[in-house]
C-alpha cells in the first residue's frame, strides 16, 4: 500500500511539474522553479578579456562556509555573492574570497610534536624553520611522521585570540534554526531550557541520542516545519557523544499537514557527523542526501538512508563488517533540472553515471522504457553508449527519459541499493544548449550533466548559470578544487543551433588543519604548524608538552575538542585552525643577599608566580652603611635563582683641632674610606707649646655625626731652666773688611735670658745696619752679634766703647722706645710651646734663636741702652694666649735694682 502511494505520489508530482522556459532550469525538487540571474559580483570578481593559460589561473574555488547547505536553491547560489566563480578567460576559475586561516605574528619556536596521521596521506608539519603565516606551513609528507625537533617555547608580546565557547551564539555554530529546534526539542527533557539561545556546546557534549519526537511531528506543526526544512547538521559535531541519530519524515505527519505521505524532508548536508565516532545508529531516509564522504571514518550498524540521492556508497565500506543486514538504501532518486533542447536535436547524451556500491566498484546505469517508480515511459529510445552513459535518440517533443541501476547491497535481495536518474525535456525552435559535465582530472564524473538553454544568438557564462555554480559549490564541499576546462574550453560563449560541451575539470583538494599554541590568556607559546590532507581524510596528533606549561584543552575553531589519551583526532572537511591551549606551571623565584665577599647579608626571599610572568622581586632588604645592587628585570623560567650584593659606601671622617677653650686650633681635616673600615686619622698638626690629644681606634660610621671627630691642644706646663750656664756674648764693631773700629764688648748672660746689644758711635764711621741678632734670648750656645760700619770723612780714630765697670761711666741717657725684637721662629698659637714672655724675661731657650741664628733686621735707632745692657724702658707686657693674664717677670725687678746699685756704685768710686 506504501510502496502504491508513494509511485502515485511521485508521477502526479512529476506529471504535474510545469515545463521550463527557455532560460530557466529547475531544482532538485520539481515543485520548484528558478529563473537564471546574474551572480552578483565584486570589483575583484570582474574577468579580463585577455586569454590566460589556465595553468596560471589564480586560485581554487572554495566553497562559501561549512555553515552553507549543498542543497541551497539555486536562488540562493545565484545571489550569493560568495558564491565560487568561473573565470571565463581560457576556463581559469576565479574565487570571490579566500578560504586560508592565517597567523598574522609567528611565535619564536616550535612545540616538541604536532600530528601524525592515521592514512597514507600523512600530516607533516616539519621544516617549518623561519616563522611563518599558517597558510604557508604547509605540511607535505605522504607517510606518517612527527614534527621535527623543537626548542622550548619562549613567552612572546605577540597574541592570537581564540574565541571562548561563552563568546560564540548559537547561530555560529549552528546556523540552522530548524536544527536549532529539533536539538532544543530534546534537550528540554533533561536541561528544562526554554530557548535555542540556551543551548550550549557543553549540552551538546551530553547529548547521546537525537530522535525527532513523532506525535510532536503530528500534533505539533511548527515542530513537524522544523523537521521537514533542517538542511544542515553542522553543530552536530560538538556532540562527541552522540550514539544514535534519526531524523526523517512521519508519513501520518505528512498526511496530518500536507495531505500526502510521500514528503521529503530538506538534509543535504551531514559533513558535520565525520567526527561522531560513537555514532552507531543512523536514520536519515526521505531526504534530499547526495553525499555521504562524511560517513567514511564510521563504524555504523543501523543505516537508513532509503528515499534519497546518494549514487555513491562507498563511504560505508569502513562499516561493512558492523553495518546490519537489514539496512536500506533502496529508492535513490535523482532528478535532473529540466532541459529545453533545440527542436532539430534527433539525439541527446545524457551526462556519465558512475554509481559506486559499498566495495567502490562500478554498478552499470541502463535505460529504460517504463519506469518502476514511476510507472511512466522514456520519451525516447535510450542505447547504452558504455556501463556510465546512455544516450537517446527519437525524441518526441517533450517527456521524461529515466535510467536505472541495481546492485545487490551485502548480497540479500531484499535489501537492494537502486534507484533511477530522471531527466525532464523539452524542445523549441528557438533554443540553442551549453552541456556542462563535472569531472575529476582522471575522467570521473562528479556530479549530472547541466545543460543550459538560452535564445539562439544569447551569450553564455557559466559564472551566471546559478545550477552550475551550485553544483561547483556542493563539488568543493567535497573536498575539491577546481583545475579549469576541458582543452581549456572558455566558459563564455553565444547559444547556437549545435550545443556546446564544456567540461569542468577537478582536482583534489587539500584541506589545511592549522595548530595554533596558546596560553590561557590568548599568547602565543610557538610557531603555528599546519597540517594537510584531502577530504574526508582522518587524523590524529599527540598532544606536544611545552616546557613550563601543561596543556588544558583544545578547541577547533573555537569549540571544544575531545581528548583521548593524551590525543586528539578529527577528520578533514574543509580547513580548519585548532587551538592548544596551555596553563603555565607556577615557579618559585629565591633572592640571596651577600656582601661583596659572598657572606650572607640578609636571609633568602622567595616569590612565586606563572612560567613565562616577569618575577616582582622582593624589595632588598636596608643595611646600614651598604647599598644593594639592582636585579636585571627576568620571567619565571627553569632557573629562578637570583643574587644581591650589598657593596659598602664610601663614608667620609673629619678630624677638628681646638684648643681646650674649643676654638680652632688648625684647619679641620677629612679622609674618605669604605663603610665599616678602620679610619686611618691624619697626623695632628705640631704646635709648640700643646699636646695634642689622642683618638681612639675607630671605623667609618653610617651618618656624619659618627664620623666626626675633635682633637683637643692642651697648654704644655713651662718650666723656667736652672740659671746656671753662662752664656758669652760678644760684640764686634767692624768694617766690611773685617777690622775692628771699636774694642769688641763682651759680656755674659744664663741661658734663657733675653739679651740687647747697642752700636757704638764711631768717628767718621756710620753704623751700615744693625744685625739680626742684635738682640734675643739666650741659648745654650755663645753668641757673636757684629755690627758692621762704613768709613765716613773724618779722622777715622776709633773710638772705645763703654766698657762695664769703668770709674766714670756717662751720663745715662733716656733711653728711647726700643725696636721690636727680632721676629721669633713661628709658633703655632695652638701649638705645643710655652706661653710667651715679656722681654728681657729668662725664658726656655727655642731652637730658633741660637748663635749665629738669622734675626730680623733691627733698626739703627732702634736702641740706645749701651752694649751690655738691658733696656730699662722695655716693660711692655706680653698677654698670655689662654688665660689673658698679664706677666710680669720679677727678673726685671732684680735687673733695676742692680742697675741702681751699679750706679751708686761707680759715684762712690769716682768721689774716691
Not at 504535474?16 to 528558478?34: F, I, L, M, N, Y
Not at 598574522?104 to 600523512?122: D, E, F, I, Q
Not at 526521505?286 to 560517513?295: E, F, G, V
Not at 558512475?354 to 529504460?368: E, F, H, Q, S, Y
Request: proline share 6%; aromatic share 6%.
Amino acid at each position: 500500500m506504501i510502496a502504491g502511494v508513494f509511485t502515485a505520489t511521485v508521477m502526479m508530482g512529476l506529471m504535474g511539474g510545469q515545463p521550463a522556459q527557455a532560460a530557466t532550469t529547475t531544482t532538485s525538487d520539481a515543485t520548484t522553479t528558478e529563473t537564471v540571474t546574474p551572480a552578483k559580483a565584486t570589483a575583484t570578481e570582474q574577468f579580463s578579456a585577455a586569454a590566460t593559460p589556465a595553468s596560471t589561473a589564480s586560485s581554487a574555488i572554495t566553497p562559501n562556509s561549512a555553515a552553507t547547505s549543498a542543497a541551497q536553491s539555486a536562488t540562493q547560489a545565484a545571489t550569493s555573492s560568495a558564491a565560487p566563480v568561473i573565470s571565463k578567460t581560457a576556463s581559469a576559475v576565479t574565487p570571490d574570497s579566500t578560504a586560508t586561516n592565517s597567523t598574522s605574528t609567528p611565535a619564536s619556536a616550535a612545540p616538541s610534536s604536532v600530528a601524525s596521521v592515521s592514512s597514507a596521506a600523512a600530516i607533516d608539519a616539519t621544516k617549518v624553520a623561519t616563522p611563518v603565516s599558517a597558510a604557508t606551513a604547509q605540511v607535505k609528507a605522504a607517510t606518517t611522521r612527527n614534527v621535527a625537533n623543537a626548542a622550548a617555547v619562549a613567552p612572546v608580546a605577540a597574541t592570537v585570540q581564540s574565541a571562548a565557547p561563552a563568546d560564540v551564539t548559537i547561530d555560529q555554530w549552528m546556523p540552522d534554526t530548524n536544527l536549532q529546534q529539533v536539538v532544543l526539542h530534546e534537550l528540554a527533557k533533561t536541561t528544562g531550557i526554554t530557548s535555542a539561545d540556551q543551548i550550549t556546546q557543553a549540552m551538546m557534549g551530553n547529548l547521546t541520542k537525537l530522535y525527532v519526537d513523532t506525535s510532536a511531528q503530528q500534533n505539533n506543526k511548527d515542530y513537524y516545519l522544523a523537521t521537514m526544512q533542517v538542511r544542515s547538521l553542522q553543530g552536530l559535531e560538538y556532540a562527541k557523544n552522540l550514539t544514535d541519530l534519526w531524523i526523517c519524515p512521519n508519513l501520518d505527519a505528512n498526511l496530518n499537514w500536507t495531505g500526502a505521505y510521500m514528503k521529503y524532508g530538506s538534509i543535504s548536508d551531514i559533513s558535520a557527523l565525520a567526527g561522531l565516532t560513537n555514532l552507531t545508529e543512523l536514520n536519515l531516509q526521505m531526504n534530499q542526501i547526495s553525499n555521504i564522504s562524511a560517513l567514511k571514518n564510521l563504524k555504523l550498524k543501523g543505516v537508513s538512508l532509503s528515499y534519497n540521492q546518494i549514487s555513491d556508497l562507498s563511504p560505508l565500506q569502513n562499516s561493512k563488517d558492523t553495518m546490519s543486514t537489514s539496512a536500506t538504501m533502496a529508492y535513490q532518486i535523482i532528478k535532473l533540472p529540466t532541459i529545453v533542447l533545440n527542436a532539430k536535436t534527433t539525439s541527446y547524451t545524457m551526462p556519465s553515471f558512475i554509481i559506486t556500491n559499498l566495495d567502490g566498484g562500478n554498478v552499470p546505469i541502463t535505460p529504460v522504457q517504463t519506469s518502476p517508480y514511476f510507472g511512466m515511459t522514456s520519451a525516447g529510445t535510450g542505447t547504452n553508449l558504455d556501463d556510465a552513459t546512455v544516450a537517446w535518440k527519437d525524441l518526441g517533443q517533450s517527456g521524461y527519459l529515466f535510467v536505472d541501476w541495481h546492485d545487490t547491497l551485502l548480497g540479500l535481495p531484499g535489501y537492494p541499493f537502486d534507484g533511477e536518474i530522471v531527466q525532464l525535456y523539452t524542445l523549441s525552435d528557438s533554443v540553442g544548449n551549453v552541456n556542462v559535465n563535472f569531472k575529476t582530472t582522471s575522467g570521473l564524473s562528479l556530479a549530472p550533466q547541466v545543460t543550459l538553454s538560452g535564445n539562439l544568438g544569447d551569450d553564455f557564462d557559466l559564472n551566471q548559470s546559478a545550477t552550475v555554480m551550485n553544483a561547483v559549490q556542493k563539488i568543493m564541499a567535497q573536498g575539491y578544487a577546481y583545475q579549469g576546462t576541458a582543452d581549456d574550453m572558455a566558459v563564455t560563449g553565444v547559444y547556437a543551433e549545435d550545443p556546446t560541451n564544456i567540461t569542468l575539470l577537478f582536482g583534489v583538494k587539500k584541506l589545511a588543519a592549522t595548530f595554533n599554541f596558546i596560553d590561557d590568556q590568548g599568547h602565543t607559546l610557538a610557531v603555528p604548524q599546519t597540517m594537510t590532507g584531502d577530504y574526508g581524510q582522518a587524523w590524529q596528533t599527540q598532544v606536544p608538552s611545552l616546557k613550563g606549561y601543561t596543556f588544558k584543552q583544545a578547541t577547533q575553531d573555537g569549540q571544544p575538542l575531545t581528548l583521548t589519551d593524551g590525543q586528539l583526532a578529527g577528520t578533514l572537511t574543509a580547513d580548519t585552525t585548532i587551538n592548544l591551549i596551555y596553563t603555565a606551571d607556577t615557579k618559585t623565584a629565591t633572592v640571596h643577599y651577600v656582601y661583596a665577599d659572598g657572606s650572607e647579608a640578609a636571609p633568602s626571599q622567595t616569590v612565586s608566580g606563572k612560567y613565562g610572568d616577569t618575577i616582582a622581586f622582593p624589595t632588598s632588604p636596608v643595611i646600614k652603611g651598604y647599598t644593594a645592587s639592582e636585579l636585571t628585570p627576568a620571567k619565571y623560567g627553569d632557573e629562578n635563582t637570583f643574587t644581591v650584593t650589598y657593596t659598602a659606601d664610601t663614608k667620609t671622617a673629619t678630624v677638628h683641632y681646638v684648643y681646650a677653650d674649643g676654638s680652632e686650633a688648625a684647619p679641620s681635616q677629612t679622609v674618605s674610606g669604605k663603610y665599616g673600615d678602620t679610619i686611618a686619622f691624619p697626623t695632628s698638626p705640631v704646635i709648640k707649646g700643646y699636646t695634642a690629644s689622642k683618638l681612639p681606634t675607630s671605623v667609618f660610621g653610617d651618618n656624619v655625626a659618627a664620623n666626626t671627630f675633635t682633637i683637643t691642644y692642651t697648654k704644655d706646663a713651662v718650666t723656667p731652666p736652672t740659671p746656671t750656664q753662662q752664656v758669652t756674648v760678644t760684640v764686634h764693631y767692624q768694617d766690611s773688611d773685617g777690622k775692628a773700629v771699636a774694642s769688641d764688648f763682651v759680656f755674659t748672660k744664663q741661658v734663657g735670658d733675653r739679651y740687647t746689644t747697642s752700636p757704638a758711635d764711631v768717628k767718621n764711621y756710620r753704623l751700615q745696619a744693625i744685625p739680626a741678632n742684635a738682640s734675643g734670648v739666650v741659648g745654650d750656645q755663645n753668641i757673636v752679634v757684629t755690627y758692621v760700619y762704613v768709613q765716613q770723612s773724618g779722622d777715622g780714630d776709633q773710638v772705645t766703647p763703654d766698657q762695664p765697670g769703668t770709674t766714670t761711666p756717662t751720663k745715662p741717657v733716656k733711653p728711647t722706645k726700643p725696636t721690636q725684637p727680632a721676629k721669633q721662629p713661628t709658633v703655632n698659637k695652638t701649638g705645643g710651646q710655652a706661653d710667651q714672655v715679656r722681654v728681657g724675661t729668662r725664658v726656655k731657650p727655642q731652637a730658633a734663636v741660637q748663635n749665629g741664628a738669622t734675626q730680623p733686621a733691627v733698626s739703627a735707632k732702634a736702641t740706645t741702652t749701651p752694649a751690655g745692657m738691658s733696656d730699662p724702658t722695655q716693660t711692655t707686657l706680653k698677654t698670655l694666649p689662654q688665660t689673658g693674664e698679664q706677666a710680669t717677670s720679677p727678673w726685671w725687678g732684680i735687673v733695676l735694682l742692680g742697675s741702681l746699685l751699679g750706679l751708686a756704685g761707680f759715684r762712690r768710686e769716682k768721689r774716691h
